[in-house]
């Protein structure tokens, strides 16, 4: 008899585990629809000429894959792979590439992020965020310094904040 009942309560364990699994093996996510993507590459490519600079635009996915890219006429040649490099960096560690810059410095902890293949750890790459689920990022490169190119950014964002209310 004890057998049987453990039977039937393992039989019992399997079948109520298998629905779980089935829900956690999916994941659902809302992506930046090509459009807002280029709106958010629009508005930073306009905040930066507005100032007086030339510059590239990068917006990627919430993977990091590149969506939009932009560059101004007179953008320095190194200006698209350098924003297309902020932007994957600051998606992929999640947070911005300014603060990636304080906390990966030669001697810290997080110095060795600096050396990995395609990390660009230079102010202007910003994530994007909309209730509180990571969308995407951008990356600006060509304005005379990180904080510059991060202010475009941040423009470029607050353009397209109210479009990320989904």
Known sequence: MNVRCWSVATALLIASIGPMRAEE???????????????????????????GYQVAVAVVDRSGVTQVMLRDRFAGPHTPLTA????????????????????????????????????????????????????GAVGVSG???????????KAGIEAIRDKLEF
């Open 25 to 51: 093996a999916l994941v659902a996510y809302k992506p930046l629809s090509p459009e807002l993507a280029l709106d958010l590459a629009r508005a930073a490519l306009d905040s930066c000429r507005s100032r």
């Open 84 to 135: 297309s490099g902020k932007a994957w960096t600051a998606v992929s560690f999640k947070t911005s590439t300014t603060e990636l810059n304080a906390i990966s410095q030669p001697g810290m902890m997080q110095a060795g992020i600096r050396d990995l293949p395609g990390a660009v750890i230079i102010g202007g790459g910003l994530i994007v965020e909309t209730g509180g689920s990571l969308v």
């Open 143 to 153: 304005a005379p310094g990180g904080d510059a190119d991060e202010a475009c950014a």
